[in-house]
């Protein structure tokens, strides 16, 4: 049975009409004679959405219990029963309650597609599991609800439905998308503009992806090679130079330029494995890459420009940027130009070559060429003495053979030049050994061909012989330079593997610090390593101290060493011994970077485990908290039955009357810390939504109750609503007023004001809660800011002396507790008072101006 086809209409946002156009192509496919069933279609109460799935066939939902709720879900097994043409699945992200037959209903349509039923169903950009960091970046709400990134892949079709941000938010205001009590929270929160604007982006984004790897595929399908622009793909060519990052900032402008081009950075290896680039600066080059909004990638192959130009086809892509060549005029002459030579393959491909201050010619001072026959460190070394052994050897080999000429021919006298070449080329590489061919060719012509001591050649078997001998020096030459440094090479990578995977073993075998240090410096042949951290706390004069160290006398400061290799973090490897070669420091700063992640690991393990132990401690002191809030719970019920049945005696009534108000404090903190526990355990549901202050405040008078003292509140005309729930801010209101008025003086009331904090961004309501005693006047009114009410509240217990109020007691860290879990913060006021705190609470949008009373 062949497999059904899934549409998804994808939407940014909720509201912006997925299910309406999902029920929509149902009414046309139903025109058509198509049979289609809803499965699951969940209109949330819009009427327009309603009416348009009148006249289609529903398939009768499956009604669950799950903690004493009554659910809804779709009845699979009908739908498959039914097995219509196309089934109707809305919300593909959604989980399931629990005990259907699969978790999520993503899971459900992939049993209908391969039961050959078509299926259409809705999907919001932020239900995407890679998007998720992304979208909680954005809202700040995060995704309970996902959908793996490859179930919508593997759609047969994505729709698109797209709405304008201010349409969209028009038709909240409206009332089209969420009942009227959640709008207002809606609109300040999840739909503000500049949230939808960007999901909307993300949408578009991801959908143009997708778009891209469709026609991707096309063109493989159809064997298409020639870059078809429709998105500019700019590759800039990476070599592991020191031109690396002026190549990227000078691509990434160039994306830049043009609004939805892609940059990719491409680094060639050779096939055999011998990696000439330094691992450090790829590293830093590729981190650069990804920074600006890049992808690196990496490939295999001999012919440089053969690669670029292949990879480049197969990616699209529509300009590389190339760097100046760094090779002198004669290695360019000798080995060619891989720009040139791209520039010749590139067909419509475009080629910039950018020219940097590495480049040929971009410095005046006079260099040696580096040809790629060098072998190795100490190639100049040797260059220079190829050049002196060809100088030795063959005036001394021509005297020889000069001293023997009646008895030898001119054959076996280029056999033996050939023989000196050979060595030549073996010590030097090809360049000793083209000049010591053409200085033996001359050589053998002046010394040993008819007529002596002339250039002149008179037999033409002599000129033939002396070509064919330059030729055949030159071939060898080359052969054995180059075998001479691929073998070096081969060598080479043998040791540097051997050394990076004992130090990898040891890396695993979970060896410590020092013993890697010791592994590192036998196998560099070293007197003393040691790992050095610098401490950032005192710029002026940089310290070290030492993480690890092995061997005699190791370097306790980066200058102390003959070699030193930064490692990064702020971490140096430093040595004393033999000098190493550029080769060897290569090799060392990949061993210091394994150490690094080796001391970083540690470092990181450490911090768990005493993360772990804190946590456990932590959990330990809560369990203990909860449990004996429980256990007290009782003893101190009964005290109170106990005291209400002795209040019959008169006489006791005073003293009933303290020991009851003490065991009422005593009920209330066993309250407050079980309700602490909870909010430390996260296990402590809020709701928070737009609340009046003024119903609060009421809400506070009345839990204080009636009594002597006073609250004296000063309240702006117009306060803003603030966003958080409503019975926790009555809490936590109610617990400041009665620490403000424990505090407060007899001939002075308690205060609360409030006020708007001004400044950028979401706004922010400052409540202030003080004992009065250095708020305002004496008669509590506050410069500028007129009293809207004077009202009364009782506080049972004596007054505190003066102080500053004890920030860490249980009611305080309660209430900051609390306050934060809102989104606001508590904070004491440096003002000199007994008591004061300030509960900052982020706000709704603006109410109307309050009405004069």
Known sequence: MPRGRLRIHLGAAPGVGKTYAMLEEAQRLRSLGTDVVVGFVEPHGRRPTAALAEGLETVPRRTMTHRGAVFT???????????????????????????????????????????????????????????????????????????????????????????????????MLHGEIYPADRVEAALTHYFRLGNLTALRELALLWLADRVEEGLQRYRAEHGITDPWE???????????????????????????????????????????????????????????????????????????????????EAENVTQIVLGASRRGRLSTFLYGSVGHRTIRRSGPIDVLVVTHEEAAGSSPRLRLPHPPHAIGPGWRRRFWAAMLLAAVALPALTLLLAAMRDDVDLAFVLLLYLLGIVVIALVGGLVPALIAALAAGLLADYYFSEPLHSLHVERTSDVLALVVFVVTAVVVGMASGMAARRTYEAVRARSEARALSRLAAALMGGEALPALLEQVREDFGLDAVSLLEEDTGHP??????????????????PYDADVECPAGEGLTLA??????????????????????????????????????????????????????SRDLRAPLRTAEEALHRLSTHPEEERSLATARSSVRRAAQLVRDLDVLSRLHAESLDMYPRPVDLDEILTEVLDTLGPG??????????????????????????????????????????????????????????????????????S????????????????????????????TDSVILRLSRGLAEAMGGTLEPAANGSAFAMVLTLPTAAPRKPRQAA
Not at 789 to 806: D, L
């Open 73 to 171: 879900e779709m009845d699979l097994d009908a739908v498959l029963a039914r097995h219509p043409q196309v089934a109707l699945v809305d919300e593909l992200a959604h989980t399931n309650v629990p005990g259907t037959r699969h978790a999520k209903r993503w899971q459900d349509v992939e049993e209908l597609l391969d039961a050959g039923i078509d299926v259409v169903t809705t999907l919001n950009v932020q239900h995407l599991e890679s998007l998720g960091d992304v979208v909680r970046q954005i809202t700040g709400v995060p995704q309970r609800e996902t959908l793996p990134d490859e179930v919508a892949r593997r759609a047969d079709q994505i729709e698109l439905v797209d709405l304008d941000p201010e349409l969209l938010r028009r038709r």
């Open 779 to 806: 008669d509590g009114t506050s410069d500028g800011t007129p009293d809207r009410a004077a009202e009364s509240a009782e506080h049972a217990g004596p007054p505190a002396k003066a102080g500053r109020p004890k």
């Open 230 to 312: 429709t998105r500019e793909r700019i590759m800039v060519a990476l070599t592991g130079g020191p031109e690396g990052e002026t190549l990227i900032r000078r691509a990434a402008r160039v994306t830049a330029r043009t609004p939805g081009s892609e940059l990719l950075a491409l680094h060639v290896v050779p096939s055999d494995g011998l990696v000439h680039a330094d691992p450090a600066a790829l590293t830093a080059q590729r981190a650069l890459v990804e920074s600006l909004g890049g992808s690196y990638h990496q490939t295999t192959g001999d012919d440089l420009p053969e690669t670029l130009i292949q990879f480049a």
């Open 708 to 777: 002597s003292r006073r609250i004296q509140f000063s309240l702006p005309e117009q306060l803003p609503d603030v966003i958080a729930d409503a019975a926790v801010l009555t809490r936590v209101l109610a617990a400041l007023a009665a620490e403000a008025l424990r505090h407060a003086p007899p001939d002075r009331p308690a205060r609360l004001t409030a006020e708007t904090e001004p400044g950028p961004g979401p706004g922010r309501l400052a409540i202030r809660v003080s004992d009065g005693t250095t708020d305002g006047t």
């Open 575 to 628: 040595a004393r011994g033999r000098s190493l070669s550029s080769d060897d420091r290569l090799l060392l700063g990949a061993c210091a970077a394994q150490l690094v992640l080796a001391y970083v690991h540690g470092r990181l393990a450490a911090a768990a485990a005493e993360t772990g132990h804190r946590a456990e401690a932590e959990h330990t002191r809560a369990s203990l908290l909860l449990a004996a």
């Open 540 to 557: 002026a004069e940089p310290r070290w101290h030492v993480v690890a160290d092995a061997g005699e006398d190791p370097p306790r400061r």
